[in-house]
């Protein structure tokens, strides 16, 4: 019997038989966890078979043929490698026919450098679990049966364009490269014909799944992957769970597929998660998930999103669609939530804090936003967005405004916790369509406001100006500085000069590797100094004009009309008119053309009168007051040309004055001189018109 030093490691491992309980004619190796013990005979120079023999014993070749000899007897034993050790084992385009169906079991085996099974084939059941490999090669194999791989431990891992027709198991696997070089897993391009369990998997490099198809589910949950999970064009006809999972680098799973539900509940991805062009047929779940950047769902298509609790560094996206709802309420966003021609029943942002921007628009049965907030003061741009109904609570403590430019709104209810803040100052509504938005709930609070929409808190600092201005002067300061300029620093300020190009609110192209030198950047900037200059004049300067705010009032007025509200409409429509006539204002200052001047002098004009007189239709007092003025004023014109006989007092003329109003017959008039005759024709004409238009706006304001 040979010593414990032949023995290797197997003499401190409790798991494994001590040589000398062994008869002198066996081989000395057995597994006490398992109760199992080698069937083989030792070879001539030790106490063990070929298969346990220290691995400087042996030759791999001599490994090799022993082990495809052995798999070519029937009986379960002969398959049985239980804790062998080996340096190496080459099965490479082997195609593995047993004359039985008993698994080959290599538990507990150890193969100190590479398990290569490139382009084999093999028809039964492989058992690697708690197997130990320097770097396994499963590239291209094809195995009909199933592969344990569970509680393995391999160095480096590549299995790129494998067949698994049965799937894989593979709990607790571990890629752990003691090396420089780092334990990737790779499973591009695989094919998986059932389940894949990679649950509790630790990976200390990537773990590539792209391209790969898998029939049932990917158990990813509580996996640890150091680098990235790369699942790019994944196909999936089961559920991904990662559930618990810890993923150092980025979750890639653009332009995947996915049958079932996505779950990455309680995961953590350190870096960002990519949905681009992600499909999945049930919910992508996410709750107490934290994504340290960005979480990319721009295309994709879920059924719905639930990202309850979660800690995210950013929302972004364009064109994605949700066919239920998008469920982030308690959400906890670093920078921002920037979601382009979203399509969604609902967006629930309930109770959430959405960094330091909100940019959403698209379409969506209802948004919520009660009690949701900024990380500062600031704006939710929900800039052409289309809701059909919703909430919205202002949150108490952080000031912001919800910018519905360009919207169209539902039946949306608004709200504040703050008693002191004014409702209306905390949206802004221009060009807004109000589609079943009732305003009748509203009153108290638009009527503090004095019924302007258009106006919002100064407490949130919203820059609305667009100046070509002062983009030509920081692109010329820009400009005169690269003179200074070391060459060597060419590359990093051109990396800036490229950021910059992309904020500027202008069209302008331009490369990075375009700019090679201080003189090529020089260039860029007074180009686009330029470009600015022919863009962006005429641009309005600091908010919507007057005509732009006459169409938002009008839509407001029409929004209240269809709901019933209006008093509220009324109010609109005196605010709507207002706003044309500084239009017609504005017109005239800079027309173009004396006659079209005249005609915006001519339409002010009216348009003040009829503000004036009868409040454009809705204020009969106006009317009354302008009467009364009337009949005053002609009272004293009568007694400034003593149209009455003499002796009469101030409040004959009045009274003189008041049948003329009321009536085309002229009162009697002893002194009567033609002109008085033709001012009392005009102060009748008047009367009547005045009558006339009581009538109308008393009508129209009981109608209301």
């Keep these: 019997m040979a010593d414990n030093d032949e023995g290797g490691s197997y003499a401190s491992d409790p798991a494994v038989l001590d040589p000398q309980e062994r008869p002198a004619e066996a081989c000395a190796y057995g597994h006490k966890s398992i109760d199992w013990i080698c069937p083989r005979d030792p070879r001539d120079d030790g106490d063990y078979c070929i298969f346990h023999a220290p691995v400087s014993a042996k030759q791999p070749e001599e490994v090799r043929d022993a082990f495809v000899a052995a798999l070519e007897e029937p009986g379960k034993q002969a398959k049985a490698f239980i804790g062998a050790r080996l340096s190496s084992l080459d099965l490479s385009f082997e195609t593995i026919q047993l004359p039985d169906n008993y698994p080959i079991d290599l538990r507990y085996a150890s193969i100190d450098d590479r398990l290569d099974c490139t382009h084999a084939k093999f028809d039964s059941i492989l058992w690697l679990a708690n197997t130990e490999i320097g770097t396994c090669n499963f590239e291209k194999a094809l195995f009909r049966d199933h592969v344990n791989l569970e509680d393995a431990s391999v160095g480096e891992f590549r299995a790129d364009r494998v067949e698994f027709v049965d799937g894989i198991s593979a709990e607790g696997l571990s890629v752990v490269n003691d090396s420089l070089i780092l334990g990737d897993l790779s499973f591009q391009r695989a094919q998986f014909g059932d389940r894949v369990d990679l649950a509790e998997l630790t990976v200390d490099g990537d773990l590539n799944l ?31 769970w990662l559930r618990e999972a810890s993923v150092e680098g980025t979750l890639e799973l653009a332009k ?37 950047e960005s979480l990319e769902v721009s295309g994709a298509d879920f059924e719905d999103l639930l990202l309850a609790s979660a800690e995210v560094g950013a929302i972004e996206g364009s064109s994605a669609t949700f066919r239920d709802d998008v469920q982030a309420t308690g959400i906890t966003v670093s920078t921002g939530v920037s979601l382009d021609s979203v399509d969604a029943c609902d967006l629930n942002f309930m109770n959430s804090t959405l960094g330091e921007t909100v940019e959403l628009n698209g379409i969506a049965e209802g948004i919520y936003f009660d009690n949701t907030t900024l990380t500062e003061p600031g704006v939710f741009d929900l800039s052409g967005v289309t809701a059909e109904s919703g909430r919205i609570t202002l949150p108490a403590d952080t000031p912001v405004v919800y910018d519905f430019t360009d919207a169209t709104l539902g039946d949306i209810k608004l709200a504040t916790n703050n008693d002191d803040a004014h409702l209306f100052k905390h949206f802004r509504f221009e060009n807004t369509t109000f589609d079943g938005f009732d305003f009748g709930p509203y009153k108290d609070d638009l009527a503090a406001v004095d019924w302007r929409i258009d106006t919002f808190t100064d407490a949130v600092d919203i820059d609305d100006e667009i100046s070509a201005g002062e983009i030509v002067s920081e692109a010329e300061d820009f400009a005169d500085l690269m003179e200074e300029a070391d060459e060597n620093e060419v590359e990093a300020i051109s990396e800036m000069v490229a950021g910059m190009v992309d904020a500027a609110p202008v069209e302008f192209d331009i490369e990075l590797e375009d700019l090679e030198t201080t003189d090529d950047v020089q260039e860029t900037m007074h180009e686009l100094a330029e470009r600015a200059e022919e863009e962006l004049e005429g641009k309005k300067p600091g908010g919507p004009t007057p005509g732009e705010l006459e169409n938002t009032y009008l839509k407001a007025k029409n929004g209240a009309d269809q709901t019933g509200a209006d008093e509220m409409a009324a109010r609109f429509f005196i605010q709507e008119m207002k706003f044309r006539r500084q239009r017609h204002a504005n017109e005239f200052r800079t027309g173009d053309s004396i006659r079209g001047r005249l005609k915006n002098a001519w339409d002010w004009v009216t348009n003040l009168t009829l503000d004036v007189v009868a409040g454009y239709g809705e204020r009969p007092r106006n009317v009354v007051g302008v009467s009364i003025g009337l009949v005053a004023a002609f009272g004293g014109i009568y007694q400034l040309t003593n149209s009455l006989q003499s002796g009469s007092g101030t409040w004959d003329y009045v009274l003189f004055s008041l049948q003329n109003f009321v009536s085309f017959l002229i009162g009697s008039n002893p002194r009567g001189t033609l002109a008085v005759q033709y001012v009392s024709a005009t102060e009748a004409f008047l009367g009547a018109f005045l009558i006339a238009l009581f009538v109308f706006t008393l009508t129209r304001s009981l109608n209301r």
């Design 210 to 240: 792209s391209d790969a198809s898998v029939q049932g589910q990917l158990a990813l949950g509580s996996a640890d992957v150091d680098g990235d999970i790369e699942a790019r064009r994944l196909n999936c006809e089961g559920r991904v």
């Design 256 to 292: 995947a597929s996915v049958t079932g539900e996505v779950s990455l509940g309680t995961a953590t991805i350190i870096e960002g998660v990519d949905m681009t062009d992600f499909e999945v047929d049930e919910r992508v779940e996410m709750i107490h998930c934290t994504v340290g």
